[in-house]
C-alpha cells in the first residue's frame, strides 16, 4: 500500500510525541480513547442506575407506610444526588407514615 507524504509526516510527528519524556505520558492512543470513553459509559450507566434503584426503594418503602401523592412521588423521582436520596432513603425507613416522611424531608 502506499503511504503519502503527509501520512508520513503524521507518522513521524506521532513518534516525536511517544518519545519525548514530558509529552509521553499525556499521550493517548486510539485504544485508550476508547477505553477511556467506555469507561466513562459505564460509570454514567452505573449513576443512572443507582439513582433509580433509589428511586424505586423509597416509594417501595413509602407505599408500604401509605398512599404516596403523585406530587411527592414527583419530587422524589426528580432528586438525581444519589447521597441526598441515600438520605430520603433511610428516612423512609424510619418513619411511621408518608406524612411524616412528606413533613421532614426539605
Known sequence: MAVD???RELDRYVDSIKSNSVLKGD???V???IDNERREEREETTARV???VLHENILDLLNDKG???EDLRNKICEEADPEKLRHLLL???RVQSVEEFAHKIP
Open 67 to 69: 398512599t404516596v401523592p
Open 5 to 7: 507524504e503527509a501520512t
Open 50 to 52: 443507582t439513582v433509580s
Open 91 to 93: 428516612l423512609a425507613g
Open 31 to 33: 485504544g485508550d480513547f
Open 27 to 29: 499521550y493517548m492512543t
